[in-house]
């Protein structure tokens, strides 16, 4: 069963949209395993954000993701990574379909509401940013018979 960080970003929270977008991902029928609220420091940014060092958008990305709380959440089911990453659409919202959280709620690549990993390593190095093992529930839930 795979992990994957998801993050619901400033714009999302400002919105009013954070419901919506875990109430998405949950009918998915992916599970949350650690969830909490935090605004990032430039530090974190900077780190999560690190693979996009000195690329012209960076600076903007880092004021952005550290302007406001966001919600950092863990969700686990099977094929998380790929799963998650099709909910969410693609990067740039102009460009995402219709029936993905970036198609149906986004307009602008520098507000795209949620972040999701994009490769299990990634998955595993990020969670590690955010949570530590004790944050992380490991749960049962009777309907996953039902869904994996
Ligand atoms: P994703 O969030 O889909 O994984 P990414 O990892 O390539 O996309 O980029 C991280 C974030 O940086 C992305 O969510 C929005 C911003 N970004 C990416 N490309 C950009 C660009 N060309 N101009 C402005 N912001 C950009
Ligand atoms: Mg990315």
Redesign the pocket.
Known sequence: MERSLVLI?PDAIQRGLAGEIICRLEKRGLKIVAMKMLQMDKGLAQRH?A??EG????N??VD??TSSPIIASIFQGKDAVNVI?QT?G???PAKSLPGTI?GDFGLD??H?L?????SLENASKEITLFFSAEEICDYHRDIDKWID
């Open positions: 970003k954000y693979i996009h690329k012209a958008f960076f903007d990305l952005f993701i990453r969410m693609t990067t740039d970036r690549i520098g795209n949620i972040h999701g990993s994009d």
